[in-house]
């Protein structure tokens, strides 16, 4: 800077020689380092790739915790014992008929060395000797065989009951919840808001919008314990009120549901209203000058022209119902439960999160590393819904812009 | 009702008779009064901000879509009113229809753009045919027979204009006010559009408001001229007359001075 | 081209019927389904707030162990110190005394201390029952009845739950001294922290993006990744605090690796675990309303500036910094209030469920408003909802006057 000023003022005052000029020139207009910007801007990138971070920090601790989840084992008695003596060849073992019946695919452990069972008849049973890198080696009678309580993916993901007590860990009990709860919060956010978007964006004076929204505004404000509390003492036994103290259980997913749905109706409306009032004025008026009636073009031709961004406000609220937590956690109950009745206590995948780790947990415990499979089922599933959601908005954007 | 608005003898398809358009406190259009020939091409111009548009969304009362506009003074259409009270202004766009600055077809099919107004006007004939009719009326019917399912918006800008055309003529209206129709299109589209507005003269009175001298004396059979009164700088009818006469023998000293290229 | 396009007309006017007032009435009913479903909407929020305010006033049944006037015929509050010492005497165990002795001298104590002494020790009122306000208004007598023959020997009083006692006190097990003071403090504690590690990374990001980051791959996929973030459940975030903060970063978030940390706090579970885990979810939400507020500075001023010679950095720094900031603000402040009611993840990272001494840094224990009303809402008693519904207006009324200081920052930015 000081170097271009004194070059300006001296080359204005004395008559420089053309060829001076031109060194000048070139050394003065050069591009140099300079250290300060350069920083700056390497800091402020940095500021940009701690977002990055963040989520590689999620998808690396929710998937490596569920990893342990998957991996970790659990010897557990089967109070079966060797029935004769078994050498370190030998496909064929004979058990005691004490204890809890084998399976084909379970995983045995005898002394160091572990097997695969690969069927079972009566008390005689084939194996295959020494999987998982162990040896085999010969046994003798009496010896006790335990059996591994690895949680497959496929029990994760396949099963219905979750009761980490004994032991069991399926998910639907869980999802199935959480599916209630958002479908019922759906069924009331998505007519409301829709409705609320296009009485704004249609109908609605200049002056009612005036008012309307920032009271939109705060109902969206609102802490969700709040919400939470708002269930359970007025939505809970109101239900109660109106279906019979009998039906409707204190805790249940329905009074959750309701009010997960008017948290999200300003959403709803919100994104929405967007969308229509995105959609040009020249629509409206082609329509209105065919002799459409106001109804007729807010829902014949504004409405679909906005599908696309109404669709996204749409998922992004369920993405929203899904990963709500103080609302189920307060309301809808504790502890897992598979039933598809909205008046039942139920658990959700946020409800299940919250209440154990509240409690006090070990960490590395089948609990604790549950919780983080739980958690990355619900992250991947808001992600999903995050990004279809955008990239419909992307789309819709480019459409009238 | 619909009796009132029946076709009458009257050769007048427009009378606007002291019409006066504010917008919240400003006078946008000073006492106009205006009779438009049944069956002819009307054009108005003026300078631009001299309420053209305005005049015209006057006649179908799209002026009232604006929250802050107020209209006085009387427009008859048929020799009704449509600013009296029993009139309902969604019966009146469907007898007079509106062609836009800019092509705005729906985000619909090419068949549906024209289907949708008939349909919600309660057509009770067979639709195919009305669709083929104003599309062959709009000289578009060649061009797209073969893509009527694709998107209104797929055409080409001058396309769009005519499909926005065969949109209005569908619904069977009396008047077709057109608003600076070709000012988006490139020549080639803006003749095929002032081809069209000749075709469709026998069968529909035609208001257009255009910013173009030389349009408005290539198509139409009327001018009226607007310009910007000096002291309430609201726009007045200056003159109004066959077009051959208004563009050689102006009355006003104002149009000659418009029409030579002295202002506007 | 015309004569090919002339086509003779076959439908007219007459094939259609407009049905006007059929189509009219659809209208009129369906304008009033909509405004319906609006004011089902504000309904929701009067209901909200009525239920809140019902459950934070009304009658409450109280029984003393010793009433109040056995004690003495005038009002406790006026009995001088020496006469609240011969009640104490006369009433507490010796051992109990000898503690409060200990802790310091009865004689050298106000008459403030031993009426509260007297109060929470002889008198020792406690709730048997309580009606909501609505309930108290409009169903009095029933009240009264009720209270008459289920609680004969309690004193039916009308109470306020919000006092400016329940704003100072400490959190307690007793409903009649419970109060929000540690955790209005924890919260205030947490969303500084996040405030202060989230708004210099929030701004900074936003200026790379909106200022520096040309359009390649890297630069949108930090955006994309952004939107994304901004759309994460906040129980994930309270996830990752535990995982990071608390676990892997234990010995920095307890204050053991500086030699700071407080016994009873030592796992990690501060503080500063709860603010930082704050700090990372509220950050895309700055940087997107932060991105927002550059983007609407004009990018003429830029081009004044960069055509005057200046870098990039001090055109940011000079010129749309300035203007851009009373909206940034505006953004933040919203975020903020958002976070200052946030609870799962909170709850995930171990919020304590009971502590009664007021936070002293960024290494205790901490719990905050939003799980005070979680806690007391959970509570079996039926009381405890009472103080749920107290502490949510006064958290309420904390977000109401964040969000009036955007509002008027706001609105003198665009009075400008």
Known sequence: ??????????????????????????????????????????????????????????????????????????????????????????????????????????????????????????????????????????????????????????????????????????????????????????????????????????????????????????????????????????????????????????????????????????????????????????????????????????????????????????????????????????????????????????????GHIVRISGGDLSYDSMDYNSLFAIGLVLFLMTLGLNIISQRIVRRFREAYE | MSEQLAPTDNPYAIEAVGLHVYYDQFLAVKDVNLRIRRHKITAIIGPSGCGKSTVLRSFNRMNELVPTARTEGQVFFNGVDIYQPAVDPVRVRQRIGMVFQKPNPFPKSIYENVAWGARINGFRGDMDALVYESLQQAALWEEVKDKLHQSGLSLSGGQQQRLCIARTIAVKPDIILMDEPASALDPIATLRIEQLMQDLSSAYTIIIVTHNMQQAARVSDYTAFFSLDEQDRAGVLIEYDETDRLFTRPQSKITDDYITGRFG | MSALTRTTETFTTQDFSPRLSQRRRAGRIWAVVLQAATVVAMLALIALLVNIIDGAFGYAAVEYTVPPETLSSVPLEDLSQDQLITILREHLSTGLLRRYEAEKPLSERSAEDLYGLVVERVVAPKVVAQWSLLDSVFKREEVLRTAAEQYPDAELRMVSWLTTRFLTAPQSGDPMRAGVRTAILGSLWTVAIALLTAFPIGVGAAIYLEEYARDNAVNRVIQVNINNLAGVPSIIYGMLGLAVFVRMLGRFTSGVAFGLAEPSAANGRTILSAGLTLGLLVLPVIIINAQEAIRAVPGSLREASLGLGATRWQTVWHHVLPSALPGILTGTILAISRVMGETAPLVVIGASTFITVDPSGPFSQFTTLPIQIYQWTSRPQDVFRNLAAAASLVLLGMLLSLNAVAILLRNRYRGK
Not at chain 1, 71 to 79: D, I, L, M, P
């Open chain 1, 1 to 350: 800077m000081g170097a271009i000023k004194s070059w300006v003022s001296r080359a204005r005052g004395i008559a420089v020689p053309t060829v001076m000029m031109n060194e000048r020139r070139d050394s003065a207009l050069h591009r140099r380092p300079r250290v300060r910007e350069s920083l700056i801007e390497a800091f402020l990138l940095l500021c940009g790739v701690l977002s990055i971070l963040t989520t590689l920090g999620i998808v690396y601790e929710l998937g490596h915790e569920s990893l342990r989840f998957f991996t970790s084992e659990q010897w557990e008695a089967t109070n079966k014992e060797l029935a004769a003596d078994v050498d370190a060849a030998t496909q064929t073992i004979l058990v005691t008929n004490t204890g809890s019946e084998l399976h084909p695919g379970d995983n045995l452990r005898v002394g160091s060395e572990e097997l695969m069972v690969l069927t079972v008849v009566g008390d005689t049973v084939t194996v295959e000797r020494g999987v998982q890198g162990t040896a085999p080696s010969a046994h003798v009678s009496g010896a006790s065989l335990e059996r591994s309580e690895r949680v497959t993916l496929g029990e994760f993901l396949g099963t219905t009951e979750w009761n980490p007590q004994i032991g069991k860990f399926g998910i639907w009990a869980l999802v199935n919840a959480t599916l209630m709860t958002s479908l019922i919060a759906l069924l009331v956010a998505l007519p409301v808001g829709l409705a609320v978007a296009i009485y704004l964006s249609e109908y609605a004076t200049p002056r009612a919008r005036q008012v309307l929204k920032p009271v939109l505004e705060v109902l969206a404000g609102v802490p969700t314990v709040v919400y939470g509390y708002f269930a359970l003492t007025l939505m809970t036994p109101l239900l109660r009120w109106i279906f019979g103290a009998d039906t409707v259980k204190i805790y249940n997913t329905a009074s959750a549901g309701l009010v997960i749905g008017i948290l999200i109706i300003p959403l709803v409306s919100s994104m929405s209203e967007d969308a229509l009032t995105a959609v040009p004025r020249s629509l409206r008026e082609a329509a209105y000058a065919l002799g459409a009636t106001k109804l007729e073009t807010a829902v014949k031709v504004v409405l679909p022209a906005a599908l696309s961004g109404i669709a996204a406000a749409f998922i992004l609220a369920a993405s929203r119902a899904i990963g709500e937590t103080m609302i189920v956690a307060i309301a809808a109950g504790a502890g897992a439960a598979f039933t598809f009745n909205p008046f039942e206590p139920a658990e959700t995948m946020t």
